[in-house]
């Protein structure tokens, strides 16, 4: 943590802290270290594994990215205050300004965690903002990791929001889509300020679900038709489901595969929830868990 009470009750920076003193956890009141030095950021650690309301072993990069937001809020005229800790919800959001509750998650998290403290800031009247680290990069296809913080906006679509702390930036991942076998689509936006990033949010970026080109078709063909011969586990399964109902996976397949990139909301294959509805079965689990998107609001 980046703050912590002096001997006399005072609030106290930990680049601005002094070696030999004793410091105090404003949540548990347990004494802490100072941590300092030329390689790591200077911040607070508790002397033993206590407190409920801490987490130890931030990241630098967890470090850094709080001291960025700060600095990004205080530059509008903002008064945001770090770790503060919500008595009602027994809760520390990483920075509070105003209504707004906002986390920088660059550890891993479970969805049902991150949806508990989602819906504590809802139930106090908060909105929140999730900004991740680079161990949620999204590369050539999403995993449920990333997809639980997923957001859908009206000009951008679905998107994700980074913090770049070597760069001193934010980075949008808007538009967000994707296509069986080929790797998530997505556009980038790099913005320097709160401000910026406010100001990216107005303007309609929202575009179709690009078309596949013919490369991408031939592709999607190759790996599907190469999944079928070595007759994986899940491609074995398709295949008996379909050869049950009287039909051939292959044939289906060339009548149901998509065109076009679609929703990124698919933990398994898009066309096999094309190829249950056509079968007349029950949908099996084939989307990840979303906890903020909303499909009735979804165009």
């Known amino acids: 943590m980046i703050y912590a009470k002096d001997e006399k009750n005072n ?6 802290a002094k070696k030999g003193r004793k410091y105090y956890c404003s949540g548990c009141h347990g004494q802490v270290i100072l941590r300092c030095g030329k390689l790591r950021v ?19 990069e967890h470090l850094r990215g709080k001291k960025l937001l700060m600095t990004w809020l205080r530059k509008e005229g903002k008064n945001p205050q770090i770790e503060a800790y919500l008595t009602s919800l027994h809760q520390r959001p990483d920075i509070l300004c105003n209504n707004k509750a906002f986390e920088f ?51 951008l679509g679905f998107y994700l929001i980074y913090i770049n ?3 001193r930036n934010m980075e949008v991942y808007y538009h967000i889509q994707q ?14 300020s709160w401000k910026e990033l406010q100001d990216f949010f107005k303007q309609n970026r929202i575009k179709n679900y690009n078309l596949l080109s013919i ?9 599907f038709y190469r999944r079928c011969l070595q007759s994986t586990n899940k491609f074995k399964e398709l295949q008996v489901i379909c050869y049950t109902h009287g039909y051939i996976l292959q044939e289906i397949y060339e009548e149901i595969s998509s065109e076009r990139y679609t929703y990124p909301i698919y933990k398994e294959y898009i066309f096999t929830k094309k190829m249950y509805e056509k079968l007349n079965l029950k949908d099996i689990e084939l989307y990840y868990q979303l906890p903020f998107i909303n499909f009735s609001n979804i165009d």
């Open 42 to 60: 200077s911040h607070f650690a508790h002397k033993k594994h206590a407190c409920d309301i801490f987490s130890e072993g931030e990241t630098s």
């Open 11 to 16: 609030i106290v920076e930990a680049n601005m």
């Open 179 to 192: 296509a069986d076998f080929l790797p998530v689509r997505f556009y980038r936006k790099k913005v320097n």
């Open 165 to 167: 702390v070597e760069q």
């Open 105 to 155: 998650q660059c550890s891993p998290i479970s969805v049902e965690r991150m949806s508990e403290r989602s819906k504590g800031y809802i139930s106090e009247g908060y909105d929140f903002f999730w900004f991740l680290g680079k161990r949620h990069l999204i590369k050539k296809r999403l995993t449920q990791q990333i997809a639980q913080f997923i957001r859908w906006h009206k000009n």
């Open 215 to 223: 490369s991408e078709r031939k592709r999607q063909k190759n790996c």
